[in-house]
């Protein structure tokens, strides 16, 4: 059974840098492509980033690129989301995904990790 596991949830500051981590046991980590997506109170849940297997391609929300950076650890099963310069609107729980294919749809993700929470004070 996969399990994805992320960490790293905290109430920070504006302006303030935030890295979230993705652990991955189960499966074969090396072959999925990773996501992460959040969902913010009251509000769906939406695309943030993905990864591919190789860490060859990634690919941004027009909300986060610039400030967001994805990358992956293949040795260790790991994913990691760094978040520069947050802004009160990326409060949000914040959820990584593993799914066959590089998307930005959450449908293409199988697994999904619980979940943790980003709160970006003003």
């Known amino acids: 059974q996969v399990q994805l596991v992320e960490s790293g949830g905290a109430l920070v500051q504006a302006g303030a840098s935030l890295r979230l981590s993705c652990a991955a046991s189960?499966?074969?980590?090396?072959?999925?492509?990773m996501g992460w997506f959040r969902q913010a109170p009251g509000k769906e849940r939406e695309f943030v980033a993905y990864?591919?297997?190789?860490?060859?391609?990634?690919y941004y929300s027009d909300d986060v690129k610039g400030r967001f950076s994805i990358s992956r650890d293949n040795a260790k099963n790991t994913v990691s989301l760094q978040m520069n310069s947050l802004k009160p609107e990326d409060t949000a729980v914040y959820y990584c995904?593993?799914?066959?294919?590089?998307?930005?749809?959450?449908?293409?993700?199988?697994?999904w990790g619980q979940g943790t929470p980003v709160t970006v004070s003003s």
């Open positions: 990864i591919s297997p190789t860490a060859s391609s990634t």
């Open positions: 995904a593993a799914g066959p294919l590089n998307s930005w749809e959450a449908k293409n993700y199988n697994y």
């Open positions: 189960g499966g074969t980590f090396s072959s999925w492509a």
